[in-house]
């Protein structure tokens, strides 16, 4: 079963379209990010499947049940909002209780799954406080607790975390993805942040200018990007141009400043003769001699950032590539002027459409 | 940072605040403080050379202004002042909603934010005069009613010609005031309610109006405070049949010089709304925890 769909959705603040047509689908149960940056319509959609939004055309299926046309009150959809949103005149318990009264429930019952929400999110004991009396992780828990107390047909998150420190962000993006394993709700997450994307989602779709340049998993995402666009926002890389050529039953990749790399023929398979390689910096290895597929250069910039360090090197007259090596061991770090020679397997060349 | 730039830089703060701090105690403080001395003192109006009074403590005054005739002029001061403040605010609350929570129709708002801004500003003496010939027997509001075939209804000289002209002037200081704090409830709010499965009506009474309550009770004593002390307003469209506690500190002070008894009736006017505010703090805010 399909836990959400939207069809052909177009929306439009005033004059400004957001949404064109963007069609996706996701399966009962799972977890699926949309990842863009700013102003690439993934709030837009969210809302648009909230009913807070009306597309000017298209329809919106949850567990394939139409709803564009309903109110948002009448969706059972729950929604957590980037700045929680919780009811400030209230405690804790009103506020996870808030949809349960809504909803006529009996006092002993919303107690209890009051209590049952709270113990969810790791709360219990906090019924009587009140926002403001409790920090921006427990303020955006508590909003968890409110969203799924009225077990709702889907989730929906809007960049929970962005105003939370990074600490908390890598703390609570396991413990969202720890609730919704659980809880096995379709949720549909919001967010700017490439590194949320690839660690909490069974699926990532990649938006630009509304409409989705990728849809696959993490790793598909990131090793397999569709385009420059996908390779850029997911991580970071080094791009060569040119084309393929084949010699001597070895295939090769020769670039527009004349490098020549080697490439397995699972890379090369579908793509046209001249074509754009992403290389993702972690994946290249510096050693001082020359190997197959290697390349020679010179060590440019060095910048340590504590467990890892980036190197700039210089091949050719004008090329820098980048490279991210773990620093095991102090004596492992290099240092500018370093001859070198670069090399990565010819498997780790991603060929992606310009 | 140097120390003595602290001081320098502090020392004239200190120094800007205090001569606006010793200017506001003596223009305002001190005239409070005669006003209610004098209230206490007792009326003597033979004792010749201009003195109408003589430094004397007595509760006479008081006794006076809060029995027989003046308590009824006491209690209509109130009960206008209540009439006025709820009806400005019901009114102004849903066009202050609009002004706050819908995009769009922005000539249409600034046309009405005009028009209550210079509402707020056209003077006192203009606005009742103007509403005098809205009210008079032959006047637009009684063209209006006979064009029903009704008979001709008599405003002047009564309590509402007063409070139709203060409530349309009290609502230009009510929206104006209750927009802000509208403003201020964030519509993430009212959408996560909605979310939550309450419907537009029950969003309002349990997100939007508590949330609001601060404001609609500023609103209010703003109200209260300027319809309680209305003068003018009644004197004119009253036609000297309704007095008001103004009207008495008036004719206490400049027809008859009796300034005790005046200034009794002014600190009680000071008095009321001071309370008012008191109970509307402690009562109504106390209810909403935010």
């Known amino acids: ?354 | 940072m140097n120390v003595s730039n602290v001081i320098r830089r502090y020392s004239l703060v200190v120094f800007v605040a205090a001569v606006g701090v010793i200017l506001f105690g003596m223009f305002f403080l001190v005239p409070m403080f005669l006003l209610l001395r004098t209230s206490f003192w007792q009326y003597a109006p033979n004792l010749g050379s201009m003195r109408y009074m003589r430094p004397a403590f007595t509760l006479e005054n008081y006794a006076n202004v809060l029995t027989g005739a003046y308590l009824d002029i006491d209690i209509l001061t109130i009960r206008i002042g209540l009439v006025c403040t709820v009806a400005a605010v019901t009114l102004s609350y849903p066009l202050a909603y609009w002004f706050a929570r819908y995009n769009g129709h922005a000539n249409l708002k600034r046309f009405v934010l005009i028009t209550l801004i210079a509402s707020f500003l056209v003077g006192t003496i203009a606005r009742v005069f103007a509403w005098f010939m809205m009210l008079t027997g032959g006047g637009f509001v009684n063209a209006l009613i006979s064009l029903f075939g009704l008979e001709r209804v008599r405003f002047l000289g009564t309590e509402l010609a007063i409070e139709l002209c203060q409530v349309q002037y009290l609502m230009s200081i009510a929206t104006l005031s209750l927009i802000s704090p509208l403003k201020n409830v964030d519509p993430r709010l009212e959408e996560a309610s909605k979310s939550l499965g309450a419907e537009e009506i029950r969003t309002f009474l349990n997100v939007t109006l508590p949330l609001s309550l601060p404001g609609i009770v500023a609103s209010s004593l703003l109200c209260f405070a300027v319809s309680v002390s209305a003068f003018v307003t009644p004197m004119v469209l009253g036609k000297g049949a309704i007095l008001m506690v103004s009207n008495m500190v008036y004719t206490y002070y400049l027809d008859i010089s009796n300034y005790p008894l005046g200034s009794a009736f002014a600190v009680v006017l000071l008095l009321t709304s001071f309370i008012s505010m008191y109970v509307l703090e402690k009562v109504l805010l106390s209810r909403v925890r935010i």
Request: positive net charge; charged residues 25%.
């Open chain 1, 1 to 354: 079963m399909l836990g959400l769909e939207v069809r052909d959705i177009h929306a439009q603040y005033g004059t400004n379209k957001v949404l064109n047509g963007l069609s996706l689908k996701v399966d009962d149960g799972k977890f699926v990010t949309l990842l863009g940056p700013s102003g690439c319509g993934k709030t837009t959609l969210l809302r648009v499947v909230a009913g807070f939004v009306h597309p000017t055309k298209g329809e919106v299926y949850v567990k394939e049940e139409r709803v564009d046309r309903d109110p948002p009150y009448k969706r059972n959809i729950g929604l957590v909002f980037q700045n929680y949103a919780l009811f400030p005149h209230m405690t804790a318990f009103d506020n996870v209780a808030y949809g349960l009264k809504l909803r006529k429930l009996s006092k002993s019952e919303t107690s209890d799954r009051v209590r049952e929400a709270l113990e969810l999110v790791r709360l219990s004991g906090y019924e009587d406080r009140l926002p403001r009396q409790l920090s921006g992780g427990e303020q955006q828990r508590i909003a968890m607790a409110r969203a799924l107390v009225i077990r709702p047909r889907i989730l929906l998150l809007d960049e929970p975390l962005s105003n939370l420190d990074l600490k908390l962000r890598q703390h609570l993006r396991l413990e969202i993805k720890s609730i919704q394993s659980k809880t096995r709700l379709t949720t549909l997450y919001v967010t700017h942040d490439q590194t949320e994307g690839l660690v909490m989602s069974d699926q990532v779709a990649v938006l630009r200018n509304g409409v989705i340049q990728q849809l696959g998993s993490p790793t598909h995402i990131y090793e397999n990007p569709a385009n420059r666009f996908v390779a850029d926002f997911v991580g970071e890389g080094n791009v060569f141009e040119g084309r393929f050529s084949k010699q001597d039953d070895v295939m090769l990749f020769i670039t527009d400043d004349g490098l020549s790399i080697q490439v397995s023929e699972d890379r090369r398979a579908g793509a046209e003769e001249k074509s754009v390689l992403y290389v993702r910096p972690e994946k290249i290895s510096i050693g001082k001699v020359s190997k197959v597929n290697s390349l020679p250069g010179t060590i440019s910039q060095v910048v340590y950032e504590g467990p890892t360090a980036r190197y700039s090197i210089r091949v050719g007259p004008s090329r820098d590539i980048l490279a991210v090596e773990q620093i095991s061991d102090m004596a492992a770090l290099r240092s500018a002027g370093d001859k070198v020679y670069v090399s990565w397997s010819p498997d780790s060349s991603a060929v992606v459409a310009s």
